[in-house]
């Protein structure tokens, strides 16, 4: 089994060195700053298969057309609590950005506000959008989808892509928030992919092979179908989040996305996020979270808060030797 050989460097140079290879295969400086920020928020805070690794995917889709690097997002609020954004075939956390300081106060000011988007990449790592506005206070809920990667019992055709939910609540400034991020799909596509190049196996449960089988081999994993967890409950969430995602936004349903790891086409991906501000009822709401919080960690329950890290910027991250040698190689290969 080949193995992953990590490397640490600090922030500021990790993200020097994303930034440049993001603009030597295609992106915009915006697009660039954006991408590289969810990144690192991703390998820092989230799920870190989502982070450094998934940007190699962003990287190739860039090159071969599948990321519109000029994308020039519109954003426009077609009722007061309901913002739409057209990605333009670029990626999603772009217009989020920019959009995310009116969006915000629209939460604030009618205590529940809509965001919803087409037209863009994969979301990428779903917890940096409601960790961002968990931090800001703001509790959110978060479902995209993409081209379609799962199966469900009595299929055998892929249906859904791993359409993710996230979910986010402040627990007061400085505190870590409660981030949940999951799948709808037994696993994220990515972890699937990473074990493929790494030679490893993937546990039972994950995923089936082209023939439908059960399969532990990642490789056959890619060419068949993930699987949903819990069975008809979980392709249960992917049809919320799909409808919600797909049908709401007027993206592509996840049948119709093109993919996203091949061919010149965007994905054409949506995402909502559902923002509610939590203190118009109860100013005391976060204190009541995080004291909720430890009493169930008392009791051994796992609640999911991620840290929250004051110096970002000269923090160090890990990075696999690998991923560093590719970005080094485009960035050198850009000069």
Same mark, same amino acid.
């Given at each position: 089994m080949m193995q992953d050989t990590m490397t640490t460097l600090s922030a500021d140079e990790a993200a020097k060195l994303a930034t440049g290879a993001c603009i030597a295969c295609g992106a915009s400086p915006a697009m660039a700053a954006s991408l590289v920020t969810a990144t690192l928020s991703a390998a820092r805070f989230g799920h870190k298969d989502l982070g450094f690794p998934h940007l190699m995917d962003y990287l190739e889709a860039l090159k071969a057309g599948r990321i519109n690097g000029n994308a020039r997002p519109s954003i426009r609020p077609v009722l007061p609590a309901f913002v739409h954004a057209d990605a333009d075939g670029g990626i999603a956390q772009l217009p989020f950005d920019l959009a995310y300081d009116d969006f915000r106060k629209r939460v604030c000011t009618f205590g529940v506000a809509l965001y919803s988007q087409k037209n863009s990449y994969t979301a990428g790592e779903l917890? %940096? %959008? @409601? !960790? !961002? *506005?968990? #931090?800001d206070g703001i509790v959110s809920i978060a479902v995209a989808n993409g081209p379609a990667l799962m199966t469900t019992a009595g299929s055998g055709t892929r249906v859904y892509c791993t359409n993710p939910i996230a979910f986010g609540v402040p627990t007061g400034a400085g505190q870590a928030p409660v981030v949940i991020d999951q799948a709808s799909s037994a696993t994220a596509f990515v972890r699937v992919k990473r074990a493929a190049d790494l030679h490893q196996e993937i546990p039972e449960g994950w995923a089936v092979d082209r023939s439908g089988q059960p399969t532990t081999d990642a490789r056959e994993a890619i060419e068949g179908a993930l699987l949903p967890f819990g069975g008809y409950k979980g392709a249960n969430i992917a049809l919320i989040v799909e409808l919600l995602a797909a049908g709401l936004t007027g993206s592509s349903w996840s049948m119709d996305g093109a993919d996203f #790891?091949?061919?010149?086409r965007s994905p054409d991906t949506g995402m909502t996020i559902i923002a509610i501000a939590p203190t118009a009822a109860d100013k005391g709401f976060s204190q009541r979270v995080r004291t909720h919080v430890e009493r169930l960690t008392d009791v051994g329950v796992h609640v999911p808060t991620q840290s929250v890290e004051t110096d970002c910027e000269t923090s160090d991250l890990e990075v696999s030797e690998g991923h *560093? !040698? @590719?970005l080094r190689e485009i960035v050198f290969d850009a000069c």
């Open positions: 917890g %940096y %959008y @409601v !960790r !961002r *506005l968990a #931090l #790891l091949t061919g010149d *560093l !040698r @590719v």
